[in-house]
């Protein structure tokens, strides 16, 4: 049976959880439950700390997991990334007082405050800059305030929470983050483990897409064709009333009333819009 770890609690949680429903998975009825078995697709769900996941899967007790690229680098497990998801967006930027800071070089022998020591350690570390990181448990902005360190790296979303701790971004971000899924470094994808993949990839896609049906006279077909070419190609149909053609194609949801105005400007008419659920390409 494939095990599978899902972060337990937090933003990760939740849109991994829909996620997996999605894809078909059975999943935990609540937030208390810390194992959910899909037995039949063969699956165990183990929900765990999200800190915790590329330990356990880099270890190989468990197959796969769901966490943040942030997590997975802090950890330093022998895991890697087999699917970005596209949720759990987030930028790590290094911070200080106005003034004390301007290049990266400058961090240099400065303390640098984090709860993300090992993601700054690598950062530090591939470009050849020594500094002295300091763990903390959240909260890391106060750091420089209370006198524990010259710079904080963190999560920097509008940059409010630094400006009120007398705090400005410094320099390029150290990384951008989003919910990925892993496997033990090395390890093969194939069978379950591809399976399951194949079924998130469906996912993704259906939520970037849908599927656009329209009629169209058939000496304005290519105009429309060009405006909906689909995956491959559009599928076409004649229909009973003669000259005219079905069509059906996949486009991008942000292009959908674009593509819809022109599609009508051409002279297509019976233009329908469908959620796409689930899809395998």
């Given at each position: 049976m494939l095990r599978i770890a899902v972060p337990n609690k937090g933003s990760l949680s939740g849109s991994a959880v829909q996620m997996l429903r999605?894809?078909?998975y059975a999943q935990r009825t609540n937030d208390r439950e810390l194992a959910c078995q899909d037995t039949g697709a063969s699956v165990?769900?183990?929900?765990?700390r999200p800190r915790d996941i590329a330990t356990y899967v880099g270890s190989g007790?468990?197959?796969?997991?769901?966490?943040?690229r942030d997590l997975l680098i802090d950890s330093g497990a022998a895991a890697e990334e087999m699917l970005t998801?596209?949720?759990?967006g987030s930028t790590f930027r290094f911070a200080a007082?106005?003034?004390t800071i301007s290049t990266l070089s400058d961090l240099e022998g400065r303390r640098i405050a984090t709860s993300y020591a090992?993601?700054?350690?690598?950062h530090l570390a591939e470009r050849d800059v020594s500094a002295h990181v300091i763990r903390l448990d959240g909260a890391v902005e106060?750091?420089?305030r209370l006198g524990l360190a010259d710079v904080i790296a963190d999560v920097v979303e509008t940059g409010a929470t630094l400006r009120q701790a007398g705090l400005e971004v410094v320099g390029d971000p150290i990384m951008r983050s989003e919910a990925v899924l892993i496997r033990r470094l090395g390890a093969p994808s194939n069978g379950a483990v591809a399976q399951l993949a194949h079924r998130i990839e469906g996912v993704l896609v259906a939520r970037q897409y849908v599927m656009v049906a329209y009629d169209v006279p058939e000496d304005k077909f290519e105009q429309a064709a060009a405006l909906t070419p689909g995956m491959e190609s559009p599928t076409v149909s004649p229909l009973a009333r003669t000259g005219w053609l079905a069509v059906q194609a996949m486009i991008l949801r942000t292009e959908l009333h674009r593509v819809m105005d022109e599609l009508y400007q051409v002279g297509a008419r019976a233009i329908l819009a469908t959620d796409i659920h689930a899809c395998r390409l």
């Open positions: 999605e894809a078909g165990e769900f183990l929900y765990l007790d468990l197959d796969i997991g769901i966490t943040g998801l596209g949720f759990a007082r106005p003034g090992g993601l700054v350690h690598r106060n750091a420089v």
